[in-house]
């Protein structure tokens, strides 16, 4: 994919003290995990490489949450809570947006595609590719 394919989007927490960018194609493909953590909270994830990910704001205002391996690094707004955006074990050279706190009006279209987390070991090699440049 070629940066003439890509267009920035608006995405933040729900109080918008955390701000951020990325360079995304209009036409997304959100992978909606079952695993334990992504299920409760309902996250949606658009993963994209660390290059393509700006914070704008909030940098003082997140806190860290890790578990298991500890690689996965979920960062939450220290205001409202909301997980906006992390770096995930899958792809520690990338970031996953949560698609619901993304700003729609460049979104041309979407689709969500359901990802087995329960069975983690197995599946997250489906998600590496999606880091890259």
Request: hydrophobic share 30%; proline share 4%; glycine share 6%.
């Amino acid at each position: 994919m070629s940066s003439f394919d890509l267009a920035t989007h608006q995405g933040h927490c729900h109080c918008k003290a955390v701000q951020w960018e990325i360079q995304a194609p209009r036409k997304l493909s959100i992978d909606e995990c079952n695993c334990s953590i992504c299920d409760l909270n309902g996250f949606q994830h658009i993963i994209v490489p660390k290059s393509r990910f700006t914070l704008k704001t909030g940098k003082n205002n997140i806190t860290t949450y890790t578990f298991n391996s500890h690689i996965a690094q979920h960062y939450f707004c220290k205001t409202c809570g909301i997980e906006s955006f992390y770096i995930p074990r899958s792809n520690p050279d990338g970031y996953s947006i949560n698609f619901r706190c993304l700003e729609r009006e460049n979104v041309d279209e979407f689709e969500i595609v359901p990802f087995d987390g329960k069975n983690w070991e197995k599946n997250a090699g489906k998600l590496s590719h999606l880091s890259k440049e």
